[in-house]
């Protein structure tokens, strides 16, 4: 399942033929409705959540004429839940993906994500922050 992420996630719009990037849509929303239809462990709160976003994705996809970048963004979407489960599973803690136990990159304030963004501020030091326990960006 990582393997098919990581490729997923490295597709970029500029240079991907939309077929290839509706080709892994199709293989991610499989596997995520695997994951959709699986009973959930009782108490497991960060496995509820992934179930909730799993199911929005599912039920939202991208209509069959929509633009190229929707389905590309709806893809990567999936491969994000995807990821995050796999990490969830490989850690056998789903207490491991809490925003509170995330360390945040060198300079930023605990239990933020800086959000990369391809464009850069005129002098190239600005840049954009979110908060791990959904505050918003700062």
């Known amino acids: 399942m990582t393997r098919i992420v990581n490729s997923a996630l490295s597709l970029q719009l500029v240079t991907t033929?939309?077929?290839e990037i509706e080709a892994q849509?199709?293989?991610l929303t499989g596997l995520l409705a695997v994951f959709a239809a699986a009973p959930l462990p009782e108490g497991d709160r960060v496995v509820r959540e992934l179930r909730q976003d799993a199911v929005c994705l599912l039920e939202t996809a991208p209509e069959p004429g929509a633009l190229t970048f929707s389905v590309h963004s709806h893809m990567r979407a999936l491969a994000r839940v995807l990821r995050r489960l796999a990490a969830v599973e490989t850690a056998g803690d789903a207490d491991a993906m809490e925003p509170s136990r995330v360390?945040?990159?060198?300079?930023?304030p605990s239990g933020t994500y800086r959000v990369p963004s391809g464009?850069?501020?005129a002098h190239g030091q600005q840049q954009r922050r979110t908060s791990l326990t959904g505050g918003g960006a700062q």
Do not use: T
């Open 25 to 27: 849509a199709a293989q």
């Open 103 to 108: 360390a945040a990159p060198a300079g930023l």
């Open 17 to 19: 033929r939309r077929s």
């Open 119 to 121: 464009l850069g501020s």
